[in-house]
């Protein structure tokens, strides 16, 4: 077996593709500026190419997306994009519910510099934005977790590597979004039925030998009208993954609406068609494909190397301090390899600033194998940690600012940029994210008995947080009290995976920003002190009713004009009287 080496794993692009698109924005910044080509085409042009527009009142500066496959990551990498946040952004890179990282208040023209430098380290934002598959998405903990079928990872490098820059994948309707699981419980933190296609992988007998394949899901999506994907089939045959995907792009690429980008998302061919002729079609579409002449390979595995061989001084059964002691309950995870850890890194609502970055790159070159991923929890993740090494490394964590515990429990809190920079954003769900992060960190004790709820915050109803997926979901409103504007989220409870039900989280009601972190220290009081024996959170929202809970909140949600309180009219972190300011959004051109 040829083993690709780190650098190879975490490249999909070609690097002389790269260059012609480096020429390409240099050329078309140009052309906009002296006027030859207009505001829209560039639009386009850019968002293609993994830049975005910010705020209308932040003209002159963009966001940079950077596309990082399935999460995979080197120590080099890490440094480079520490590097352009240093350079050319505020210092900051955001990880994504799509593992993605962003750059913000960066200056167009600086766009082609953090290309060249993107490029030098082996990444790159094609098509991160626009009507394109987008990042494809794929569990952390590929390759190392006990409960997986298999290894995703050449999987998902082969598709992503196969659909980038391909001619399928330039002009589709609308975004598209693919994930790879590796575990049908979804324990690795990819949710497969809120994707267009979900690959989860599983194993079918044939003459006592183990054929690898995946059961495929279709047509999932959030947004204003969230869908539950449907099973697309049982068994998809690995050899056949390509196929499979081409034909369903095909499909949504032929009968996509083109008229009404609100409607313009593969779940809403779904929706039309219905499962049995969507099924037909794509796969009277695949059989022609393997008809073609093509051929069509399983990619060979390469097990992650490098890593550091095990000694013989384990780590103590009483290693320290309880500060210690609770970021191993949280965020340190015994790999199937035995003797080496899974080691959760949780920044605040996934911002790491340049010194956390080159840190962290440091620590993956020390005492893993130089490589990492990001998690759609934005988190990073470092593998193959040595149960001798947990003490220095956490001390080393500790040093980075990057030491919080909480990680995998409901002190791990998602959040987008919101209106700090996004043209949609209502409230600035950054800072609400912080806040409640900061409420869990002074509340350790909740993070065990909370451990499987998921707090996700959108600055927005379009859930770029996933706010429609978690146990308890915020996404960003307006409430009007006497002409004047109240900063709010709509509150959602009960959403995700649950005893093998995938549901929505259903609304509770509107909470003025401000009152957010008192409804959801009562939510979890009332969870805790009312819960039946071995009762989840799920359960015991079925049984005491969205009714009981919204009665619970009534107070918090309801505004006396006599006697309003003025701080209800500035937004968390904001010093000004908020008044909702959105512009176009730039998700679809």
């Not at 107070?555 to 972190?573: A, H, Y």
Request: some cysteine; aromatic content about 8%; overall charge neutral.
């Amino acid at each position: 077996m040829n083993l690709l080496t780190k650098e190879e794993l975490a490249r999909i692009d070609d690097p002389s593709k790269i260059l012609e698109d480096i020429g390409d924005m240099r050329n078309a910044i140009e052309r906009v500026k002296s006027g030859s080509l207009s505001d829209d085409e560039f639009k386009r042009f850019r968002l293609h190419r993994g830049i975005y527009g910010q705020r209308p009142d932040q003209q002159g500066f963009h966001m940079v997306r950077v596309k990082i496959p399935y999460g995979l990551l080197t120590a080099k990498q890490l440094t480079r994009l520490g590097e352009i946040a240093r350079t050319f952004a505020d210092g900051i890179a955001h990880i994504t519910t799509r593992q993605d990282v962003q750059f913000h208040w960066v200056r167009l023209e600086n766009v082609p510099a953090i290309l060249e430098w993107l490029a030098e380290a082996g990444l790159t934002t094609r098509e991160a934005c626009g009507n394109t598959v987008r990042n494809i998405v794929g569990s952390p903990l590929a390759g190392v977790a006990p409960n997986e079928v298999f290894d995703i990872t050449p999987y998902a490098r082969l598709l992503a590597k196969h659909l980038l820059r391909n001619p399928i994948n330039q002009q589709l309707p609308r975004k598209f979004k693919i994930s790879f699981s590796g575990s049908p419980d979804e324990s690795d933190g990819i949710i497969p039925w809120i994707h267009d296609i979900g690959f989860v992988a599983t194993v079918q007998q044939e003459n006592g030998l183990a054929r690898r394949g995946f059961k495929t899901y279709v047509g999932g999506g959030l947004g204003a009208q969230p869908r539950v994907a449907d099973l697309f089939e049982d068994f998809t045959p690995a050899e056949q993954l390509i196929p499979t995907a081409e034909a369903i792009l095909i499909i949504f690429n032929t009968l996509g609406n083109r008229e009404n980008r609100n409607k313009a998302r593969m779940k809403y061919v779904l929706w039309k068609l219905g499962l049995d002729e969507f099924r037909r079609r794509v796969k009277e579409e695949r059989e022609r494909i393997l008809q073609s002449g093509r051929t069509f390979e399983i990619p060979q595995e390469t097990p992650e190397n490098d890593y550091l061989p095990l000694q013989n001084d384990p780590l103590l059964s009483n290693p320290g301090s309880s500060e210690f002691q609770r970021w191993w309950d949280t965020n340190v995870v015994p790999q199937k390899q035995q003797g080496y850890n899974v080691v959760f890194v949780n920044p605040t609502i996934g911002d790491l600033t340049t010194d956390q970055l080159f840190a962290l790159a440091d620590i993956a070159d020390r005492f893993s194998n130089g490589l990492v991923r990001t998690t759609t929890q934005q988190d990073v993740v470092l593998r193959w940690i040595r149960h001798s090494d947990l003490i220095a490394l956490y001390e080393e964590l500790r040093r980075a600012g990057l030491h919080q515990s909480g990680a995998r429990t409901i002190a791990n809190v998602t959040s987008c940029p919101g209106a700090d920079t996004c043209n949609l954003g209502i409230t600035h769900s950054r800072a609400l994210g912080t806040t409640l992060t900061q409420l869990f960190q002074r509340n350790p004790d909740w993070h065990e008995v909370s451990r499987d709820l998921r707090v996700k915050i959108s600055g927005c109803p379009n859930s770029c947080g996933q706010h429609h997926v978690a146990s308890i979901g915020f996404y960003g409103a307006s409430k009007q009290v006497d002409g004047r504007e109240i900063p709010s989220y709509i509150l959602l409870v009960g959403g995700g995976l649950n005893s093998g039900q995938q549901r929505f989280g259903d609304v509770v009601g509107k909470i003025p920003a401000r009152r957010v972190p008192d409804a959801v220290s009562r939510l979890l009081k009332m969870f805790l002190l009312n819960r039946q024996r071995d009762e989840n959170f799920w359960r015991y929202v079925e049984r005491v009713g969205v009714r009981s809970l919204r009665d619970a909140l009534k107070d918090l949600m309801d505004i006396n004009p006599k006697s309003v309180d003025e701080s209800l009219f500035v937004d968390l972190g904001q010093k000004g009287v908020f008044m909702a300011k959105t512009g176009a959004g730039e998700c679809a051109v």
